[in-house]
């Protein structure tokens, strides 16, 4: 069976090591994002930062490398490659050949320019008159929630009704979180993560696609670090976004990181998933507080859904035979049939496992274990069956007259390490197609001494 490929996830690091040095160097033009860049960074490496900001001239490498001692130059090192890595720190040959390092003069002027203040306002576009028709914190919360689950509905294909433009669609489509059989086992682990997690992954898929939809890359990342440190609840003006923003704006508006009341609209409001994008800190604790789990499972491997989300209730039926429909609670039935279609989805017995207790209910997790070890268990046998068979290209010997030839070729083929499957009633065996030839020699020689 073909492993497949699952999801990973990288940090803001690994993608801004990923980007070419002239679109490094654009980006760096953009206080936002050097703040949010900065932010990303080791404590010895904001250190180093903070250090050199006011610093115009080069500093000798040597003088650096004694900024720590000899039992923390592993350390030292690490941040010294991470500055590199996304040119905030760039080499420089000091009077004389000596080796030095200066700060990128973008980044240096940039990020002074974020943690002093002065200049133009450089945290977004500009703010907006009051809007008579303002949206509250809790109705912002929900369109955001609404347009997200879009997204997820689409995936677990529970939103056939649900608008989702073109451009979303095959974004969806090519980052490898669904396929034409239905989600794949890098989808299943998507709906996995936090909610952070899932816009940021969906976001970077977005920004590598920039290309191709012939937006530029810079623009977009700008933006959205602009929308990052923006202010939550607050109304924005579209007023000096360019084209490819607006584009993205609307993008951006239809998997809920802003709200805008219609398309043509002057204003629009960032919700909590564009707010978070740059703060740094994890929403696991915030999510599994405002949403309590809803699935308990027996020995008897009834699994008990309390919901009446479509969403909730679509990602059980993706291992789970559903059963009755009540208000307010599905019951289905974890079966040899239903899980097995899950492993042909890509799906392993642990992803499901894991979802189980990860949106376990809080009577459930009451329980130790949370999830019945019978079931556990069982889960993984059936996911054993799947390995009980392996195909592989071989060729049949048949026709040997004796038993005395058919052990000398048997014996052969095995210490050659070729035989596949041997039947000394039969006088049958087959080898693979590398050794074949070998086998095949051996043999003819064998008849000719005869």
């Avoid at 903070?50 to 000899?70: D, G, K, Y």
């Avoid at 623009?219 to 990052?228: D, G, R, V």
Wanted: charged content about 20%; aromatic content about 10%.
């Amino acid at each position: 069976m073909k492993t497949q490929e699952l999801l990973t996830l990288q940090g803001l690091h690994q993608y801004l090591k990923s980007l070419p040095a002239i679109i490094l160097d654009k980006l760096y033009n953009h206080p936002a994002a050097c703040l949010a860049t900065f932010r990303e960074l080791s404590q010895l490496a904001k250190h180093y930062v903070m250090r050199t900001l006011f610093t115009i001239q080069a500093i000798p490498t040597s003088t650096i490398s004694a900024w720590v001692n000899s039992q923390h130059q592993k350390e030292h090192q690490a941040a010294l490659n991470q500055l590199t890595e996304i040119r905030i720190w760039q080499s420089h040959t000091l009077p004389g050949g000596m080796q030095g390092i200066k700060l990128n003069e973008s980044f240096r002027a940039n990020l002074k320019t974020a943690l002093c203040g002065g200049g133009e306002s450089w945290y977004g576009p500009q703010l907006s008159k009051a809007d008579k028709y303002q949206f509250t914190s809790e109705a912002l919360d929900l369109k955001s929630k609404e347009r997200w689950e879009c997204v997820l509905h689409y995936l677990v294909g529970a939103g056939e009704d649900l608008a989702l433009s073109g451009e979303i669609q095959s974004l969806l489509n090519n980052c490898g979180l669904v396929s034409k059989n239905g989600i794949t086992a890098a989808g299943f682990q998507f709906l996995l993560l936090d909610r952070p997690s899932q816009v940021w992954y969906i976001l970077l898929q977005y920004l590598d696609s920039a290309e191709s939809l012939g937006m530029d890359l810079v623009e977009i990342l700008s933006f959205l670090f602009q929308l990052s440190y923006s202010t939550f609840g607050q109304n924005y003006s579209t007023e000096g976004l360019t084209q490819t923003q607006l584009t993205c704006l609307q993008h951006m508006r239809e998997i809920g990181l802003v709200v805008q009341r219609k398309r043509k609209d002057m204003k629009f409001y960032p919700t909590q998933l564009a707010i978070n994008l740059a703060s740094g800190a994890k929403q696991e604790e915030l999510d599994h507080s405002k949403s309590s789990g809803y699935i308990i499972v027996e020995t008897n491997y009834r699994l008990y859904a309390y919901t009446e989300s479509p969403l909730d209730i679509a990602l059980v039926a993706l291992f789970c035979e559903m059963m009755y429909r009540l208000p307010g609670l599905c019951v289905g039935l974890i079966t040899r049939e239903s899980v097995q279609q899950a492993f042909t989805n890509g799906i392993t017995a642990n992803k499901i496992i894991n979802f189980i207790r990860t949106h376990a209910h809080p009577e459930a997790k009451k329980k130790t274990p949370i999830v019945p070890s019978t079931i556990i268990d069982q889960l993984y046998l059936w996911e054993l069956e799947r390995g009980r068979l392996s195909c592989s290209d071989g060729v049949l010997y048949n026709q040997i007259l004796s038993s005395s030839d058919f052990e000398a070729l048997r014996k052969y083929a095995d210490d050659m390490g070729v035989l596949l499957w041997a039947s000394p009633a039969k006088r049958l065996l087959v080898v693979n197609r590398d050794g074949h030839n070998h086998v095949k020699h051996f043999w003819k020689r064998n008849k000719q001494k005869d």
